[in-house]
């Protein structure tokens, strides 16, 4: 089992002496399932990209800031935790900041058992 919190001040720490200010590893994976922990040094932003079938966000350190182009989607703060939007979007670190991100990769639409 990952000690979540351990891994925040980990990641947290490789983001400030990172040259992009970002840390992220992998925790968990279940079939389409994903955890993802991320750590953004303030003012990181995580560019636009495309949103998986199902994603979630839930900060676990500091605040971060979800975009779709230049409109604010949310601000979230460290035990919020939030359903992403299906637009392609961005993230920035409000604050140094950690977060734990969880994906489906896929929907099993169009699959035949």
Do not use: C, Y
Request: proline share 2%; hydrophobic share 40%; net charge negative.
């Amino acid at each position: 089992m990952a000690d979540l919190m351990r891994q925040v001040t980990d990641h947290l720490e490789a983001a400030q002496s990172a040259e992009d200010g970002r840390s992220a590893e992998l925790v968990a994976r279940d079939g389409v399932l994903r955890q993802t922990i991320i750590a953004l040094r303030s003012g990181t932003r995580l560019r636009t990209h495309n949103s998986p079938p199902a994603a979630s966000l839930q900060v676990l350190a500091g605040k971060v800031r979800v975009e779709i182009g230049d409109e604010l989607q949310g601000e979230f703060k460290t035990g919020e935790l939030w359903v992403l939007t299906h637009e392609r979007h961005s993230v920035l670190a409000v604050e140094d900041s950690a977060f734990l991100l969880t994906t489906v990769t896929s929907t099993g639409e169009g699959s035949h058992a």
